[in-house]
């Protein structure tokens, strides 16, 4: 499982919903945060305790954008960021 790009998109995600909520629903906003950086924080525990260390880079992902501009996204970790993620 691409466990680096759910934590990179679900804090935006939850961003989003947020953003397009009126400032009266305060409860299920702070809900909806503290939802999704719980998951963040699941997410990044499980890529944390499923690191195989010294396999150079790992839950990579790589996406071609645009090709004919060369766009990739590319997102992997090695053994000094996945400390960092956590």
């Given at each position: 499982m691409d466990w680096?790009?759910?934590?990179?998109?679900?804090?935006?995600?939850?961003?989003a919903v947020v953003g397009?909520?009126?400032g009266s629903?305060?409860?299920m906003i702070r809900g909806i945060t503290l939802g999704a950086s719980g998951l963040?924080?699941?997410c990044a525990l499980i890529a944390f305790?499923?690191?195989k260390v010294g396999s150079?880079?790992?839950?990579?992902?790589?996406v071609v954008w645009v090709e004919s501009l060369?766009?990739?996204f590319h997102l992997a970790a090695d053994g000094?960021?996945?400390g960092i993620i956590l």
């Amino acid at each position: 499982m691409d466990w680096l790009l759910i934590i990179v998109l679900l804090p935006l995600l939850a961003a989003a919903v947020v953003g397009f909520m009126p400032g009266s629903q305060r409860r299920m906003i702070r809900g909806i945060t503290l939802g999704a950086s719980g998951l963040s924080l699941l997410c990044a525990l499980i890529a944390f305790c499923t690191f195989k260390v010294g396999s150079g880079l790992q839950f990579e992902t790589k996406v071609v954008w645009v090709e004919s501009l060369r766009l990739h996204f590319h997102l992997a970790a090695d053994g000094i960021n996945i400390g960092i993620i956590l």
